[in-house]
């Protein structure tokens, strides 16, 4: 998917209404107040090569950095979310509402603005070492950042 591409996914889902329930699919999960959605997902990185695998990241991070500045160009510079403290009360059993409790197991930080009533939020991650790299669109409703 090129950047405008992504550009235009992400308008789309920022329009998108919010189901009343939980919904996923292969590339997707929505629920109340939230969406998020897969813009890019890299090879499975089971048997990669290590220099792969770090090329596969580097190339990840530059398309994040591509589109943290197309965004930044529409609505100011981002703000930049800390995921780690949600990724740590899930593991210690807490309570962490959604969609944080989806993106923490993926994307260590979001890049995101607030554009009329709605969070969006980008970033790139991997659910494991060995998984695919994704890059990541996160819409919700303001509160959710």
């Known amino acids: 998917m090129t950047l405008d591409e992504q550009l235009t996914a992400i308008d789309l889902w920022r ?6 329930g939980r919904v996923r699919s292969a590339m997707a999960e929505s629920g109340p107040g939230f969406h998020i959605a897969a813009l ?9 090569d290590p220099a792969e695998a770090a090329e596969v990241e580097e190339e990840f991070a530059d398309g994040l950095t591509a589109l943290v500045q197309a965004l930044s160009l529409r609505w100011g510079p981002a703000e930049v979310v800390d995921l780690t403290a949600h990724l740590e009360r899930q593991a210690q059993g807490l309570p962490v509402r959604p969609p944080l409790d ?12 607030r554009v009329r009533g709605r969070w969006i939020g980008v970033g790139v991650g991997q659910g494991g070492p060995e998984l695919p790299c994704q890059l990541l669109v996160a819409v919700g409703e303001e509160r959710v950042a």
């Open 40 to 48: 890019r997902t890299g090879p499975d990185l089971w048997d990669a």
């Open 15 to 20: 329009a998108r209404d919010f189901p009343a």
């Open 102 to 113: 989806t993106l923490c197991g993926y994307v260590p930080r979001m890049h995101g603005w």
